[in-house]
């Protein structure tokens, strides 16, 4: 496979940016950038199609508009994946939704701490305020491509040593299962949407302004006790909620 002819048709009506969003379209659909991939730089691409990098950059956010490309700070510009399904029921595991897509999954720990449980995490966990709790910064990604940015709380005496199953593992399912939880259910779901604050925007490679969609999650045992209250971020443009009945 090789790309489109770069030289434009300047006498033909259609503005240039047009034209060259219209072959990196030709080019993205017959697979010369497959899903995930690099584009070239604008430098390189405005010495491809003989125009300034003005124009390349307007045909790249004319694409990045309707979620064809991707910028991610700092890397470049890159071919947008599919937008993965996930599913919102009793049963909500990151890796198992992933892999039913034939996607690959990942997780890593981003930061942990020890601290009171506010009166927030209390209660969704059904502890005094003041609690010790285990904090999470957890980051988890679909074929490489960062997807969430979650903030979990657990009791810490009950689950000493979850820092370090998961850093093991890269799986909350995992960590929990060696602190003998076998089997965890959802017990409610709330869900919103804010504009992505700078940690998170650079935790998700997103451009500034972009919108990221806010799962808030209690997770109880076979008993009915909460176990974890996670507070996740997902970038808005990977990602497509479905709620299951």
Known sequence: MSETLGRMDRGAGVALWRQIAERLRADIAAGVYPHNARLPSEAELAARFRVNRHTVRRAIGALSEENILRADRGRGTFVAARPIDYPIGRRTRFSEIVSRQNRQPGGRLVTSSEEGAD???????????????IRLETLSAVDGVPLTRATSWFP???????VAAYAETGSITKALARHGVADYTRLETRIS?????????????????????????VNVDAEGTPIQFARSRFAGDRVQIVVES
Do not use: M, T, W
Not at 119 to 133: D, F, Q
Not at 156 to 162: D, I, K, N, V
């Open 119 to 133: 009166i927030l995490v209390a209660e969704k966990l059904g502890i005094a305020p003041g609690s010790r709790v």
């Open 156 to 162: 810490a005496e009950r689950f000493a040593g979850l």
């Open 193 to 217: 949407a804010r504009i992505a604050g700078a940690d998170d925007a650079e935790h998700l490679s997103l451009p500034p302004g972009a919108v990221v969609v806010v799962s808030e999650a």
